[in-house]
């Protein structure tokens, strides 16, 4: 079984956002890093990328495959996580901790919800039928 | 979701006790790492792991006439095997094309046992029907075999607190009956990961009282179960092929640097001879070469291979490599470009390159294998 925190949103492609204020923190699910392997490598969009929700932003590179990071929200990259290039093994011992990927300055008004993400137990639902 | 109609293995409960992964590979339920593959990788370079490989396919040749079968249908020849030694070796269709590189171990005078990649057993067993005449008898004995892979630098030392048999004499590419932990196997010393290391093959109903023996035997010595996802790492750093990535219908042995498998000197046709000793006395056009790529993004199976931004060639093989620390690739280049990127040396990362999904990564050519155990 694969960790699904209640308070998080997330997509069907398998990351979870984040929502404090007017900024998304963005990762890959567990389902999603136990499903990848061992991650050796993070290319996340640099500080400053303009991002859209359902596009392909960076990737995941892991022992057997490569993986696409698909914005779950509209907005620009204000943040990436410095320690993912260090140790990129974060993704996978901490995926909703120590192995957060970037932050987005979120395009919707404060206290808006940006569309199109699922609750958590619509992802579980999700991923149900993959385990 | 697993699909149903993939075949167990006589360990997959354990796999499943264990909390494997489990994925399908070539119609079987595999694992494909219990927990990190890379902490798999490792622990069978520093010491030792333990692999199910029941999803080898098992061929039995046997009869008065079984060595002069092997003879004409491999490109080997097993006839000159003493009984007790193996050798790799590979069968190939009338046109030189590889249809699958093999181990063959000689038991007996009249008995040799004939290991297959588990996609191509089939095709193995109904090539070997068809090429045998005379006395012999081909059988698929897969399902009467478990197969387990004990590899690392520990792997002679966590074997002998179970068995009797004197491994100092056990030599690479030997087998004999055993006894391990009370329950007969042939013990072969052969691997497929470059580190020392033995292969068990046990009858089915020993083979979860084998694996758990060995499990505790190694339980001081750092041994550890790994899966599929290891043992392709493994592999690849050893510059091992692997049957569908550098082997296959449309290469011959000569293409993969196998030339030697192929024994023109044997007395007798065999299946693919006038093809392969045309191919072996001409200029090869491509040549299997290993890549060191310089960042971190990883060339996968299919890639192409660049210099000065022409294609030249296609990887066949990636991974990130745990020992070297880099992303490795084999891959087929055209012959002249890699005799180029040799001279080029240093510079050749300035000219070589994989496309990884449209970008250019800077790659070094390097001799293979691109791990040595340590003598």
């Known amino acids: 079984?694969?960790?699904?925190?209640?308070?998080?949103?997330?997509?069907?492609?398998?990351?979870?956002?984040?929502?404090?204020?007017?900024?998304?923190?963005?990762?890959?699910?567990?389902?999603?890093?136990?499903?990848?392997?061992?991650?050796?490598?993070?290319?996340?969009?640099?500080?400053?990328?303009?991002v859209?929700?359902?596009?392909?932003?960076?990737?995941?590179?892991?022992?057997?495959?490569?993986?696409?990071?698909?914005?779950?929200?509209?907005?620009?990259?204000?943040?990436?996580?410095?320690?993912?290039?260090?140790?990129?093994?974060?993704?996978?011992?901490?995926?909703?901790?120590?192995?957060?990927?970037?932050?987005?300055?979120?395009?919707?008004?404060?206290?808006?919800?940006?569309?199109?993400?699922?609750?958590?137990?619509?992802?579980?639902?999700l991923i149900a039928g993959e385990e | 979701m697993t699909d149903p109609q993939l075949r167990r293995t006589p360990l997959t409960g354990v796999h499943e006790s264990l909390g494997a992964t489990l994925t399908g590979f070539a119609g079987w339920l595999m694992p494909l790492r219990y927990g990190s593959e890379t902490a798999e990788h490792t622990a069978v370079r520093a010491a030792a792991g333990l692999f199910d490989l029941s999803h080898m396919g098992e061929i039995m040749v046997t009869g008065p006439d079984a060595a002069a079968a092997l003879d004409y249908a491999l490109t080997g020849q097993p006839s000159a095997l003493a009984?007790?030694?193996?050798?790799?070796?590979?069968?190939?269709?009338?046109?030189?094309?590889?249809?699958?590189?093999?181990?063959?171990?000689?038991?007996?005078?009249?008995?040799?046992?004939?290991?297959?990649?588990?996609?191509?057993?089939?095709?193995?067993?109904?090539?070997?029907?068809?090429?045998?005449?005379?006395?012999?008898?081909?059988?698929?004995?897969?399902?009467?075999?478990?197969?387990?892979?004990?590899?690392?630098?520990?792997?002679?030392?966590?074997?002998?607190?179970?068995?009797?048999?004197?491994?100092?004499?056990?030599?690479?590419?030997?087998?004999?009956?055993?006894?391990?932990?009370?329950?007969?196997?042939?013990?072969?010393?052969?691997?497929?990961?470059?580190?020392?290391?033995?292969?068990?093959?046990?009858?089915?109903?020993?083979?979860?009282?084998?694996?758990?023996?060995?499990?505790?035997?190694?339980?001081?010595?750092?041994l550890v179960p790994a899966g599929l996802a290891a043992r392709d790492t493994l592999r690849l750093e050893a510059g091992m092929p692997l049957y569908g990535n550098e082997l296959g219908p449309d290469l011959m042995p000569f293409d993969a640097g196998l030339g030697r498998v192929v024994r023109l000197d044997k007395p007798g046709d065999f299946v693919g001879r006038s093809a392969l000793a045309k191919r072996a006395d001409s200029e090869p056009v491509r040549e299997l070469v290993g890549l060191v790529v310089q960042s971190r993004r990883v060339p996968r199976h299919g890639y192409s291979v660049l210099w000065d931004g022409a294609v030249v060639g296609q990887v066949t093989s990636g991974a990130p490599s745990p020992t070297l620390g880099r992303p490795i690739a084999m891959a087929y280049v055209d012959a002249d470009v890699a005799r180029q990127a040799r001279e080029a040396g240093d510079a050749a990362p300035g000219r070589l390159a994989v496309d990884v999904r449209g970008s250019a990564e800077p790659a070094a050519l390097v001799p293979l294998p691109f791990y040595h155990r340590p003598a």
């Open chain 2, 83 to 222: 009984p007790g030694r193996a050798r790799y070796t590979m069968i190939c269709a009338p046109d030189g094309g590889i249809l699958d590189d093999l181990i063959v171990y000689r038991l007996a005078d009249q008995e040799f046992l004939v290991v297959a990649n588990a996609a191509n057993t089939g095709v193995v067993l109904r090539a070997l029907a068809d090429r045998a005449s005379g006395d012999v008898e081909v059988t698929d004995r897969t399902a009467d075999y478990a197969l387990i892979a004990l590899q690392g630098p520990a792997a002679a030392r966590i074997l002998a607190q179970v068995t009797d048999a004197d491994l100092s004499a056990v030599k690479y590419y030997a087998s004999y009956p055993a006894a391990v932990a009370g329950h007969q196997v042939l013990l072969a010393r052969t691997g497929y990961t470059g580190e020392d290391g033995f292969e068990l093959f046990t009858r089915p109903q020993d083979a979860e009282a084998v694996w758990a023996a060995l499990t505790a035997a190694g339980a001081d010595h750092g």
């Open chain 1, 1 to 50: 079984m694969t960790a699904v925190p209640d308070e998080l949103k997330y997509t069907r492609e398998h990351e979870w956002v984040a929502i404090t204020g007017s900024t998304a923190s963005v990762g890959i699910t567990d389902h999603a890093q136990h499903a990848l392997g061992d991650v050796v490598y993070v290319s996340a969009p640099a500080a400053g990328t303009k």
């Open chain 1, 52 to 125: 859209t929700a359902g596009e392909p932003c960076g990737e995941v590179e892991s022992t057997k495959s490569v993986s696409d990071i698909f914005a779950p929200v509209d907005g620009e990259v204000t943040e990436v996580n410095a320690d993912i290039d260090d140790n990129p093994g974060l993704v996978n011992t901490d995926p909703y901790g120590a192995g957060w990927l970037f932050k987005i300055a979120l395009s919707v008004a404060e206290g808006e919800q940006p569309p199109g993400l699922l609750s958590a137990a619509e992802y579980t639902e």
